[in-house]
């Protein structure tokens, strides 16, 4: 992979994480496609399924800044580099404390 395109991959791995079901984000005894399904029809709370993947999401976005800040982008303009920060800030708040968030902006 071009270096140039890691921020992207990174960012774009954390994002995707937010919709999986994956068992490295959910735990080995995660639902299966078909116990989904019938929660979602029945309408039943699916909430703890997302709560047990929080901590992955976490760790993953704090990896996309990081890579985000070791590649610079912050200073290359590129479509690539704005996407990247796009989905960034899409994933993180006013509040979120980070030692990477936005730490080049105007240095």
Known sequence: MDPKLEPLAAVVLAL???????????????PTPAT????????????DWGKRRTDACQALVERAMKVADEK???????AENL???MMIEGM???E????????????
Do not use: E, Q
């Open 16 to 30: 995707a994480a937010r919709i999986s079901d994956h068992p490295l984000l959910i735990g080995g005894n995660g």
């Open 83 to 85: 996407a990247t920060l």
């Open 36 to 47: 989904l399904a019938r929660a979602i029809k029945n309408g039943d709370d699916l909430s």
């Open 92 to 94: 993180t708040d006013c």
């Open 96 to 107: 979120h404390k980070s030692k990477y968030a936005f730490s080049r902006v105007g240095s």
């Open 72 to 78: 610079g982008i912050w200073r290359d303009p590129t």
